[in-house]
């Protein structure tokens, strides 16, 4: 077996059957749809290594550099019939590649428990958990925040949602700090429906929105929603939530719907909890100091 250097796009068609094999054996994309996206684009951030073993590729690294100087990101597939073979040497050699690149600084996300006890072996620490939640469509709506407007989006509320987005997000890791690039690059999505975005008005003041994704097979996931931090406490949170269930049950047909929160967020977990929702898997992140 050898590793090398991704060869774009030469390798993408080897790539996408590596991913399926993964998808069907594991149930879940192999890589993080951001991430994805970064490497069939070709992102100048973004670099990727493969394990070849007799023309075929088995295994594959991707490298994201983050916003944060030094930091990077990491992400490895491997065909079900070479795991606990390659694993090792090619985040081996990903670190070896992130210290010439001066990086100091490495999270990788697990989405089994096989590649946390992988990351475990190569020093990482787990930092972060992330739960997948789910509830059954539909769910019964109370009564509505009085004095709120919900409308879709429209190209004239960029800055408005950008505006509220940051100061929500403020110190978040990968929602936090958007530009136009970064909300561009997600409208830019094969299932991005702005009127699956449903923006909260008070007056002429955007104080919320929810932003819903339509996925095949009856399910339909509330992909952000963000609150403004003058506006909590009136219990908007929970009726975007409520919202973007009801379009995505009703104009996107979902039966199952879903959403990711970070473990520690435990008022967001209650939230969710009065709503219906239980936890149906947990990713983990973990992090390496170099």
Known sequence: MSVRAL??????????????????HDGVPPLSE???????????????LVADEDGTLVAYVHLLESKLEGTFELEI???????????E????????????LNGDTVYAWSYSREDGEKYRRLGFEPVRDLH??????PVDAPDSVGGIDIRPYVAANETALLRLNNAAFEDHPEAGNW????????????WHDPEGIRMAWDGERLVGFCWTKAHAGGFGEIYLIATSPDARGRGLGRELVLEGLRFLHVEKGSTMGLLYVDAANESA????????????????AFRLSL
């Open 179 to 190: 530009t136009t690039d970064d909300l561009n690059l997600r409208q830019g999505y094969d």
């Open 77 to 87: 597939a491997t065909h079900p019939g070479h795991r606990g073979t390659v694993e």
């Open 132 to 137: 997948q939640l789910r509830v059954a469509l």
């Open 34 to 48: 951001h991430k994805y996206r970064s490497l069939i684009r070709n992102d100048p951030v973004a670099e990727g």
């Open 269 to 284: 977990m209650r939230l969710y909890g009065r709503i219906g929702f239980q936890i149906h898997h947990t990713d983990r």
């Open 89 to 100: 040497s090619m985040v081996e050699a990903a670190l070896a590649r992130i210290r010439r």
């Open 7 to 24: 060869l774009h796009p030469d390798d993408l068609p080897a790539l996408k059957r590596l991913f399926e094999a993964c998808l069907a």
